[in-house]
């Protein structure tokens, strides 16, 4: 028998799908149009077998979708720009370019070797010019419709990396990339506005009926939608008025203290002069802490006393005004109402600072004293204490108390997000320059659309100075105004690599076109995405940023959509030894190992047999050795039954014996099961199963029958239709099989099979019904019915009812096929 070698067969088959174009997506076509898309990789250096399951799940889609007769659209490329390029050209000495090139060439290599059904024509790199051009054309859309803007502003910065950080790069205060502590730096920056689209993005969630719920809550959360109000405290002695934002408008009676933010202007403002040196000291202290720490429950509430006060609007009650720690600036007004008794950081605020606490919101079911009190009471009740409120459920009383405020002109209404401006300038080389002229005499240009791209010089400098290379670029920063012609500098922050991520997806259904970033009709035809894979850690930033976006774009007459992706599915996560695998712990499976050893094709069907794939799960060698065998198995039995079957035709087929009759219920519930496994949710490794049993079932056969007695048509058909549904998960074997059937074509180019419904009849058979020896009924039933089965529906028959007669049944007997004895 011919021996399995899986090497020769994979490279054979790659090389004439590539030569014979057959992943060519054609622009149009009659054939309804299916765009599957993986999220592209950082190439940073090899894959993993992680990022194999991201692009074997989505082939497998891909493949299908083609076999059930769509237009597929199935592109990839590289988010080619970063930080970790720069790193490698501070440490190794080699240009960031040549390093990512060098990465990307490897990664093709690897991703060709796997059998993926990629359109390479359509390889994008955001690194490339013809790339980056465009997205500094997305840049200037966003800057001509003020959606982009530059201000000073308090960024997170990394000292280890020298560089700004988004607030959604920082984990823990610690950056996301090295674990180094953040600080805080005041820079000019660039800002994309997507807090004007908070509302819609929060919205729009709903409308994605083919995203994960998990998802969608991650991204409710990271918007954060607040709905209370916004007040105005005058300050005693002064113009001054403090604006508070709270979720809490019916605690409004228990006001104690106010507290201000240490970055908050109004600090300097009305701090006395005979206070300003100890109030510096507190804030030099406070300003060093890690921002998102200070904030929580848990963190050591400090504060300082002003020497001021404020009047609360509502009662005129006196309140001293301090500066805390647990107050972010960036959030609401940058100053809180303190209502100790109502809010857990107040309470411990206060306990603290001795300030009274006083209890305006009375549980249903008790009494709360202040003095007692251990914690805040959060919950809701009745107001008290709360002048013409008194009495009033403290949930209709936040929207009465609103009301009241508006009235009186002391309040309004207000939502608040925690979603912040996208923070997108990074003073790093490694990027698309933001297309920015600055002149002394016109001011902040935009560069016109017709000059871009603007190019990334290569003869740079990289220091670790926390500058910009670009910076110290005479040759880069030096250019002409394109308004008067004057002597003008270029803006030398790059943009952060999620504007070019934020994107992509578009530049793939025209990926070389020159004068446009894509072309709208093409876009419009592709797009929405049917179905994008990737990973969880993926759920917050690069799929808002994408949705923002398109969302832009949308806006501005460019699309006719304004949701990218309707259908998400996230992959679970492959670890090895019980640990995420990483080059430091030393424990990454090379999918190129395992290519050497066993073959793309045990490699893909492993990976999709060993969880259901959104499941996290862990690498076994022992499991894709059980795969590689299965697959042997697989192979000894084609070629068992090729030489009968060669030849052979499905026409005129006919089943003789219930073993061939049973033989081909198997294939077609089989059919049918992978069918639905695939349909119903990437149920990948249940449809594996299925062919296993497949296999199973046809093994026995041929052992049990003699080999001159089998149905060869009937083996035929199983022979083809396995190969068929073996196609996506396994595609260069089926390739090979296919080809020894002597079929015309190539196995990606065929139908999905469909199952006969007849097949899966069970037959019947007519059993007689005795009673005390003489036959009183008959019965149909299926042929493979077990006794239980027939005795439950023989004892349900309304005649054996009849004789049976409440009488006790003394015996029941069931000759195999042919009768049943009721004795009674
Ligand atoms: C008074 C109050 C009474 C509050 C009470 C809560 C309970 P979310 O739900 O996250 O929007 N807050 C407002 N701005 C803040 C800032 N810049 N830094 C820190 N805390 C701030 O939270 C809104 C609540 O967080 C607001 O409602 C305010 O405290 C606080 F019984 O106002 B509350
Ligand atoms: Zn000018």
Request: with cysteine.
């Amino acid at each position: 028998m011919k021996e399995y070698r899986p090497q020769e067969i994979e490279e054979k088959w790659q090389k004439v799908w590539e030569e014979k174009g057959v992943f060519h997506t054609p622009q149009r076509s009659e054939k309804p149009k299916y765009y599957a898309l993986v999220m592209f990789p950082y190439p940073s250096g090899t894959l993993h077998v992680g990022h194999v399951k991201n692009y074997v799940i989505g082939d497998i889609v891909a493949r299908y979708k083609r076999m059930r007769g769509y237009n597929v659209l199935h592109p990839f490329g590289y988010d080619a720009f970063g930080l970790p390029a720069e790193n490698a050209a501070i440490e190794k000495g080699i240009h960031p370019e040549e390093w990512t090139r060098k990465n990307i060439s490897i990664i093709r290599k690897q991703v060709k070797r796997l059998g993926i059904s990629y359109d390479w024509n359509r390889e994008i790199a955001t690194c490339d010019e013809e790339y980056y051009k465009w997205t500094q054309w997305i840049f200037l859309q966003l800057y001509k419709n003020g959606l982009a803007y530059k201000k000073k502003a308090a960024v997170n910065w990394c000292p280890k990396c020298k560089t700004v950080l988004a607030n959604e790069q920082v984990k823990d205060g610690k950056c996301e990339r090295c674990g180094t502590s953040v600080t805080i730096k005041h820079l000019e920056q660039w800002f994309f506005k997507i807090t004007d689209y908070a509302e819609r993005l929060l919205n729009d969630l709903e409308k994605l009926t083919g995203w994960p719920e998990h998802v969608k809550t991650m991204q409710r959360n990271w918007i954060g939608k607040s709905t209370g109000a916004e007040i105005e405290f005058p300050v005693e002695g002064s113009d001054t008025k403090i604006r508070v934002f709270t979720t809490r408008p019916d605690t409004l009676w228990g006001v104690t203290f106010m507290a201000l933010a240490p970055e908050s202007p109004l600090v300097e403002e009305l701090v006395p002069d005979d206070r300003k040196e100890d109030l510096q000291a507190f804030l030099e202290r406070v300003k060093q802490q890690d921002r998102f720490k200070r904030t929580s429950v848990e963190a050591e509430k400090e504060g300082f006393f002003l020497g001021r006060y404020a009047v609360n609007p509502v009662n005129g009650e006196r309140v001293p005004i301090y500066v805390a720690n647990y107050i972010l600036m960036e959030y609401g007004t940058g100053a809180i109402m303190g209502v100790p008794a109502h809010d857990q950081r107040d309470f411990a605020f206060a306990r603290k600072y001795g300030i009274p606490i006083k209890v305006v919101i009375k549980p249903v079911d008790g009494e709360l004293d202040p003095d007692k009190m251990e914690e805040a009471y959060e919950g809701e009740g009745i107001m008290v204490n709360s002048g013409p409120f008194t009495g009033t459920p403290s949930k209709e009383g936040i929207e009465k108390v609103i009301n009241w405020l508006e009235e009186k002109g002391i309040g309004k209404r207000s939502v608040q997000y925690k979603l912040r401006d996208w923070l997108i300038s990074r003073q790093r080389y490694w990027g698309a320059p933001i297309p920015i002229i600055y002149c002394e005499k016109c001011g902040t240009v935009p560069v016109p659309e017709e000059d871009l791209p603007v190019r990334l010089p290569k003869d740079v400098e990289f220091l670790p100075t926390g500058q910009s290379p670009l910076s110290f670029h005479e040759g880069f920063k030096k250019t002409k105004c394109p308004i008067c012609g004057g002597e003008a500098q270029r803006e030398t922050d790059t943009m952060d690599t999620f504007v070019d991520s934020s994107w992509y997806f578009l530049r793939y259904v025209n990926p070389h076109l020159d004068d446009k970033p894509f072309e709208p009709d093409d876009v419009n035809y592709w797009l929405p995405v049917d179905q994008y894979i990737g990973g969880v850690e993926h759920a917050i930033l690069h799929l808002l940023y994408s949705r923002f976006i398109t969302k832009v774009l949308h806006d501005l007459g460019y699309l006719n959509f304004d949701e990218p992706f309707t259908n998400l599915f996230t992959q679970g996560m492959i670890y090895k030894d019980g640990a995420k695998m990483s080059k430091s712990k030393g424990n990454v499976v090379s999918p190129d190992d395992m290519i050497e050893k066993y073959g793309a094709d045990t490699l893909r069907m492993y990976i999709l047999f060993m969880a259901p794939p959104e499941k996290d799960a862990e690498w076994s060698d022992a499991g894709i050795e059980g795969v590689h065998r299965f697959i042997r198995r697989l192979w000894n039995t084609f070629y068992t039954i090729l030489p009968h079957v060669k030849e052979e035709t499905v026409e005129g087929l006919s089943l003789t014996t219930p073993v061939e009759k049973e033989l081909r219920r198997k294939l077609h519930s089989i059919i049918k099961k992978i069918t639905e496994d695939i349909e119903g949710g990437f149920k990948f490794n249940t449809a594996i199963s299925g062919l296993m049993e497949l296999i199973n079932h046809l093994n026995q056969y041929l052992s049990g029958v003699p080999e001159d007695q089998w149905n060869r048509k009937l083996l035929r058909e199983i022979a083809e239709n396995l190969t068929l549904v073996l196609s996506p998960f396994a595609p260069h074997l089926a390739e090979e099989f296919w080809h020894e059937l002597g079929q015309e074509g190539l196995v990606v180019q065929q139908s999905w099979p469909s199952y006969d419904p007849k097949a899966l009849e069970v037959e019947e058979m007519e059993i007689a019904i005795q009673i005390n020896g003489k036959v009183r009924d008959k019965i149909l039933v299926p042929v493979d019915i077990s006794e239980e089965e027939l005795k439950k529906m023989v004892m349900e028959r309304e005649r054996v009812k009849e004789y049976i007669d409440g009488k006790t049944v003394k015996k029941f007997i069931y000759v195999k096929g042919r009768i049943v004895n009721i004795v009674i």
